[in-house]
Nanobody, 121 residues
Framework: VQLQASGGGLVQAGGSLRLSCAAS????????MGWFRQAPGKEREFVAA????????FYADSVKGRFTISRDNAKNTVYLQMNSLKPEDTAVYYC???????????????WGQGTQVTVSS
């Protein structure tokens, strides 16, 4: 499975960005997909996940109400719409495939290369 993320960039606080992740190598619609992020000096953390059908979505408390995850199975693509961005959202964002809950956190089997999101104050 190859995951190609795009859409990152530099934005002012309060602005918006939309990340995209195109999956290839197999039909990812059979699996949950999601987004994680890693800020400098911090561990990678869960951001959002979406079920195979797209009906169920899950979010970290820090992004609830501001971020929206969606998917287009016909295009094997998952999206992350990020609104009301804050400086603390600055991180490398990674899309992931075969995302599963693991205790109080989440795990993934496949990772994209990451896209940088920088929010200036």
């Amino acid at each position: 499975v190859q995951l190609q993320a795009s859409g990152g960039g530099l934005v002012q606080a309060g602005g918006s960005l939309r990340l995209s992740c195109a999956a290839s190598g197999r039909t990812s619609s059979r699996y949950n997909m999601g987004w994680f992020r890693q800020a400098p000096g911090k561990e990678r953390e869960f951001v959002a996940a979406i079920s195979r059908s797209g009906v169920s979505t899950f979010y970290a408390d820090s992004v609830k109400g501001r971020f929206t995850i969606s998917r287009d199975n016909a295009k094997n693509t998952v999206y992350l719409q990020m609104n009301s961005l804050k400086p603390e959202d600055t991180a490398v964002y990674y899309c992931a495939d075969e995302v599963q809950p693991l205790g109080s956190s989440w795990s993934a089997s496949y990772w994209g290369q990451g896209t940088q999101v920088t929010v200036s104050s």
